[in-house]
Structure formats: structure tokens, C-alpha cells
């Protein structure tokens, strides 16, 4: 007697599937999922996802390496629209929120492809990656626009990344071949296919040799290494002081620094006192004490009007730095009774404190009383304060011979040549000016090189193997806790690096692709017998449930199978079987 029994098939819930295809595509149910190539629409998709993904990673690059020069952004906001905000925190935080989103969508679409999955990315995703898209690219115009000087930045960073950049690109790529390699040879030798494969295999040829376009001023002997560079205040300690204070001053003093640089203007009465701005609005009281002159130039208020002024107050409620909280009660009081500072009282510290000092002198405007006299003014201000003339840095081109008894430097590149016609000795540069190159060829020639401003540990990690004397710094304070360069790496160790990760990726991804070549040609000799034994299995592999799916499919509609059937969309199919 022929008995018949039902051999239920049963699949897992297959819960981390449903996952992905549903948080990218919105198809939670399994007859919703497919396994067939994704169409030429979904596929442009994907190729819109990733460019959008590396340009975030190459937006929120910038970002975090210009850290170094917040305060000149926000600046250069303040003189456009006049009020002083932090312009970095909305663009961080829209950053850090778009590039967190692209990335998991990015993660989810890879593993789609790795599993199989046919890409149907869901219309709100669409939505959110044009969004991204177009702000992110908005966001990279208006920086050239407002602070276009800044992308060199990225080069300059390239020094301190570049090597630890190229061992984490050839990781993931080395990382990916897993996807490439399954993709490939489960789909045969397709011309699109192979297309993939030499597109992947040239990116790995370029890493391979991306480290003969590296370079870095610290990929050197370490015996060949330069002392520590010099770190001179630039306007005091900004960040723990309001800047240009006497307390900012005495601040940047406390940190070790070597020299204070500060920013004069001359007041209506012929009186030199220090002032970044243009005008007292940014950092003084003046909305309150003189409310209609407060857009005046700075310069035209006698000594008197500005020494009533506030000069800390600003600092406390502003918070330039985020470094508010971490003030003492002490210090919180001081700063709010600070007044204007002098420069006979800034060189009277830096002379008791035997130390040196750089001046950054602004010219009045031509209506102003001492706008013809202005260096003598200061001269004169010099001379009374009683510093030596040979600890006093003078930068302006203007009346030179006035003053040969000073240091004189620079604030523009020249030739070597024109240095020594003009008298000076040493020149002050931003960092994006100064190359390992110019540097080399200045120190070689007796030209002293000071580099601004400087504030991050990597930028003076870099400048310190460069050979660079000094620099100018808002952060005494950080640069004072880096006693030895970030890293340091002779040419021997570098080469023996790059080849060994060299050898171990060309490794990995053999190993990939014999390991990806023998599991499929294994999935591939399976016979409908070996497929629905093993079906009683307690977790069958996911190539063999796509075959068994394909048989069912094949028997349901051919008519094999004659006992009850009955389909469950979650649950799988019972097929009678006979036995």
C-alpha cells in the first residue's frame, strides 16, 4: 500500500534579511525580495549613492583637518556679516548627520549586492541622498567662494594622513574584492562582468603604487630631525584670554612660548594700542557705551574713549573657542573687568619676561591726524617701554630705513635675492605658502621662517620635520604637549611597510578569489536529490534555498507534485512527496 506523506519544506524567518531589504528598499516580505539582476534604473541609483558617499568623505575630510583654522572661518563671516557667530557648528552638524546616513545606506546596498539581492533603493531614500547630494555640493561652492585659499589644506594634510589614508583605502578595497569576486564568478564571464573585474584590479594596481607619490617631511632619519620649533603667542593664548589683552599675554607666558605677537592700530591721539578688527564691535563694549560709533574705525577714538571700553566681557558671553567652561571662578572675574591693551604696556611684559616680541602694525585711515606718522608714533612707543630694539620684530614695507635697529621680517614670499636688497632676515608665512622645498632653500640661505598660524599637533608635527625655527600659535597651550613629532619614520620602515600590506592584500584577495571559485563550483553540482535532502537541514545555505525555490517553483507548475499545497508566504510550501 502506497502511503502518502507530506514533507514540509520549511525556511527561516530569515530576519537580518528582511532587515536589509526593508530598511533599503521597504520590502519586508520574502515574495516582495528577488534575487534577479537589478535594473539599469537601480543601478544608476547605486552609482549616484557612491559618488555621493565619497563626496562626504572627502567634505568631511576637510573639515576636520582645517580645525586648525576655525577661528579665521568665523572670522571671515563676521567681516561679511558683521555679527559674530560660530559658523562651523551648523555645517558639523549637517555634515556629521548626512555622512552617518549615506554611509549606512551605503553598508545596507553592499550587502544587498553580497547576498544577492536585487537593489531597489526606497523613493524617501532617493530623496534623502539628492538632498545630500546637492548640499554637500552646495557647501563645497560657497566654501571657494568665501574661503577658497583653504582647500590647500588637504595637501598639506596629505603629509601627515597620507600614509595611514593609504593602508585604510587598500584594507577596504582588499575588503571588497570578497563582493567582486562573488559577483563575478556567479555570474560568469560576462562582458560587463569582466569590465567590473579590471576596474577592480586597476584600483588595486594603483594602491599598490600610490606610495611612490607620497611624500612627507616625516619620512626621515630620525637623527636628521631639527630641535623642537619655537612657538610664539599669537595675540597672547586667544583661546584661554581674550585676545590681545594683558591677561591673554600673560596666558601665552604661563605655556612657554618664546615670543608674543600682536596686532597695533594708533589711536586719534597718536596713542598705539592693540586691535585685530577694523572696528571695537567684536571685542569691546562699544553697542553700550557709544552705540552710533560703533561701526567707526577703530582707530579713530582717542586713548581715553577706548581704554573705558570693555575688553573681556565679549569673551564670556561669546565663547569663541568653547573653552568658557573650563575657566575658573578667578579668571571669569578678571576677564570681565578687562580694558584695551597698550603696546608700551605689551612690551613692558614681554620685556620683563625676557622675551621677544612681533608686532603687526595697522595703518590708520587717511583722514586720521597721525596717518603720516604713524611708524615714529610707534617707534617712540617702542623706545618708551624699554625692550631692547633686538626683541622687537617689525613687519611692515613701509619706511624700513626708519627703522633698521629692529629685526625686520616679511609677511610676503620673496626671493632670497630681493631679502637681502631690502635688509631683511627672515620671513613670516602662512603654512599654505611655505612648502618643505622653500623652507630647505630659505634655512639653507641663513632666512629665519616663521609659519601661521599653527595650531594643531599633526600641522606642527610636520613643520617640525621640516626644519621650520618658529611659529606663530592660538593654542600655546596644545603645541606645549607635543614634546616629539605625532610620527617619525626613516625611508627604510616606510618601504617595508608598504610592501609588506602590499603582499598581504595581494594574498587576501587571491585567497578570495579561489575561495569564491570553489564555493560556487561546489553550490553548482548539486542535484535535486542532494537539494531536497537537504532540506531537513537544520540552517541550509543561502545558494542552495535559491535552487530549492527554483524546483519547487518548477514542480508546482508542471504538476509533480499530487498531494495538498499549500503556500505561506513567511512560512515556505508543504508538498506532498511520495515515500
Known amino acids: ?339 584695551v591693551c597698550s603696546l608700551v604696556e605689551m612690551l613692558r611684559l614681554t620685556a620683563r619676561a625676557n622675551r621677544s616680541a612681533l608686532l603687526n602694525l595697522h595703518r590708520p585711515p587717511p583722514e586720521h591726524p597721525h596717518y603720516k606718522t604713524w611708524i615714529m608714533d610707534t617707534l617712540w612707543a617702542v623706545q618708551r617701554s624699554g625692550i631692547s630694539q633686538k626683541r622687537v620684530t617689525w613687519t611692515p614695507d613701509t619706511d624700513r630705513g626708519r627703522v633698521r635697529g629692529l629685526q625686520q621680517t616679511s609677511l610676503e614670499k620673496l626671493s632670497v635675492e630681493e631679502l637681502r636688497h631690502r635688509g631683511i632676515s627672515s620671513l613670516t608665512l602662512r603654512y599654505s605658502q611655505a612648502s618643505n622645498k622653500d623652507i630647505q632653500d630659505f634655512l639653507v640661505n641663513n632666512m629665519s621662517v616663521m609659519v601661521y598660524p599653527v595650531n594643531e599637533p599633526w600641522l606642527y608635527s610636520v613643520l617640525w620635520c621640516s626644519g621650520v625655527p618658529s611659529v606663530s600659535s592660538d593654542a600655546p597651550q596644545v603645541l606645549r604637549k607635543v614634546p616629539y613629532p605625532i610620527w617619525l619614520m626613516s625611508p627604510y620602515e616606510y618601504c617595508l611597510v608598504w610592501i609588506t600590506s602590499d603582499l598581504v592584500s595581494i594574498a587576501i584577495v587571491t585567497g578570495i578569489f579561489i575561495f569564491q571559485k570553489w564555493r560556487m563550483s561546489g553550490m553548482q553540482n548539486y542535484n535535486p536529490e542532494q537539494i531536497m535532502l537537504s532540506a531537513v537541514t537544520r540552517r541550509p545555505s543561502r545558494d542552495v534555498n535559491i535552487m530549492k525555490e527554483k524546483l519547487i517553483f518548477s514542480e508546482v507548475s508542471n504538476g509533480v507534485t499530487n498531494t495538498d499545497e499549500h503556500l505561506y508566504p513567511e512560512n515556505g510550501y508543504d508538498i506532498g512527496q511520495y515515500k
Open 1 to 339: 500500500m502506497v502511503k502518502h506523506q507530506p514533507l514540509q519544506q520549511v525556511y527561516e524567518k530569515q530576519l537580518c534579511l528582511s532587515f536589509l531589504t526593508g530598511i533599503y528598499g521597504c520590502r519586508w516580505k520574502r515574495y516582495q525580495r528577488s534575487h534577479d539582476n537589478s535594473s539599469k534604473w537601480e543601478c544608476a541609483w547605486f552609482i549616484i549613492l557612491c559618488s555621493t558617499f565619497s563626496l562626504l568623505l572627502f567634505w568631511a575630510y576637510f573639515w576636520l583637518e582645517a580645525h586648525n583654522d576655525y577661528n579665521q572661518f568665523n572670522w571671515l563671516l563676521y567681516n561679511r556679516s558683521g555679527e559674530w557667530k560660530d559658523g562651523t557648528v551648523p555645517i558639523l552638524a549637517t555634515t556629521a548627520v548626512g555622512f552617518s546616513y549615506i554611509t549606512f545606506l551605503m553598508i545596507l546596498a553592499l550587502c544587498h549586492i553580497s547576498l544577492g539581492q536585487q537593489l531597489n533603493l526606497y523613493w524617501i531614500h532617493k530623496i534623502g541622498v539628492l538632498a545630500a547630494l546637492i548640499t554637500t555640493v552646495s557647501g563645497v561652492v560657497s566654501i571657494s567662494d568665501v574661503w577658497g585659499d583653504e582647500w590647500d589644506i588637504i595637501l598639506i594634510s596629505l603629509q601627515s594622513t597620507g600614509p595611514f589614508l593609504h593602508i585604510g583605502a587598500l584594507a577596504a578595497v582588499t575588503a571588497l574584492g570578497w563582493l567582486v569576486a562573488g559577483h563575478v564568478i556567479r555570474a560568469g564571464r560576462t562582458k560587463f562582468h569582466m569590465i567590473v573585474l579590471l576596474v577592480y584590479l586597476s584600483v588595486l594596481l594603483v594602491l599598490y603604487m600610490a606610495p611612490l607619490a607620497i611624500t612627507s617631511p616625516c619620512i626621515m632619519d630620525r637623527n636628521s630631525l631639527k630641535p623642537r620649533p619655537d612657538v610664539i603667542g599669537r595675540r597672547g593664548a586667544p583661546m584661554l584670554a581674550p585676545e590681545n589683552t594683558l591677561m591673554s599675554f600673560n596666558k601665552a607666558l604661563q605655556q612657554g612660548v618664546s615670543s608674543l605677537e600682536a596686532d597695533v592700530s594708533i589711536s586719534l591721539d597718536g596713542v598705539p594700542f592693540l586691535m585685530r578688527d577694523r572696528t571695537l564691535r567684536r571685542t569691546t563694549n562699544i553697542a553700550k557705551v557709544f552705540p552710533d560709533k560703533q561701526h567707526e574705525d577703530a582707530s579713530l577714538f582717542n586713548w581715553t574713549e577706548i581704554r573705558s571700553l570693555n575688553a573681556g566681557q565679549w569673551f564670556l558671553e561669546s565663547d569663541p573657542y568653547w573653552t568658557v567652561g573650563s575657566l575658573t571662578g578667578r579668571d571669569r572675574n578678571r576677564m570681565g573687568n578687562l580694558t
